[in-house]
């Protein structure tokens, strides 16, 4: 079976930087992608992974290890608007959908 | 604001009735999805569409019935369904299927049965 790990909540202040992490044991591996979803909103894409190394994309970064089944999201300069949750998931091949984590969800407060 | 539309957003049967969910999709996409999001669970992949064609269905018990009439409407038919069945309901689509290409979901129908 697939399996994705990542933290199920994560708590920070305004202005801090943090990480989510994720980890995969899965039976082929295409890239992690991941998603951002607020209460009672839809999911909404934010980075996708296919070779290691640090995507960066404003104050969002998500970073992979293909050798590790690793990889996070770095949330730097946090905002109240930045608590959701968090999706991590993964491509098993180039033409297959995604299997996605049981999400974190990020609480930020002033 | 997303380019993909659910309806209804929200929908209370009880276990005899027959509904319908809807999707409408305003990308130019050529897949859609259908998902189950349930609490503390992951979003769990119902069925695929690309190009009108159903590509992937996930074990999904008989009394979901997925529509694709064309590219940018995607229907889930819903019949005889139990109580573990209410969860919220997501609609997706992508340009295609597959690799890292970003999926667009929809607010989701939020469904309870009685």
């Known amino acids: 079976g697939q399996s994705l790990e990542q933290p199920s909540e994560v708590t920070a202040v305004e202005g801090a930087i943090v990480q989510i992490n994720c980890t995969y044991q899965?039976?082929?591996?295409?890239?992690l992608s991941w998603y951002q979803q607020h209460d009672g909103g839809a999911p909404t894409f934010l980075s996708y992974?296919?070779?290691?190394g640090l995507e960066e994309t404003g104050r969002f970064s998500s970073f992979l290890s293909r050798s590790d089944s690793y990889g996070y999201l770095l949330l730097q300069e946090l905002q109240m608007k930045d608590s959701a949750s968090y999706f991590c998931a993964v491509s098993l091949t180039g033409y297959s959908t995604l299997t996605f984590g049981k999400g974190t969800m990020l609480l930020v407060s002033p | 604001e997303t380019g993909v539309t659910q309806t209804p957003r929200h929908l209370v049967m009880g276990m005899t009735n027959k509904k319908s969910l809807k999707c409408e999709q305003h990308l130019g996409h050529n897949a859609m999805y259908w998902y189950k999001q349930s609490a503390k669970k992951p979003l769990e992949l119902m069925f695929v569409y690309s190009l009108e064609e159903r590509v992937e269905n996930n074990s999904v018990p008989s009394r979901f019935s997925p529509e694709c009439p064309n590219s940018s409407h995607l229907f889930l038919h819903l019949h005889t369904l139990q109580p573990e069945d209410s969860a919220l309901y997501l609609c997706a689509s992508s340009q295609v299927t597959g690799g890292g290409q970003p999926q667009h979901f929809g607010d989701g129908t939020r469904l309870s049965i009685l």
């Open positions: 992974n296919a070779l290691d």
């Open positions: 899965t039976s082929g591996f295409y890239g």
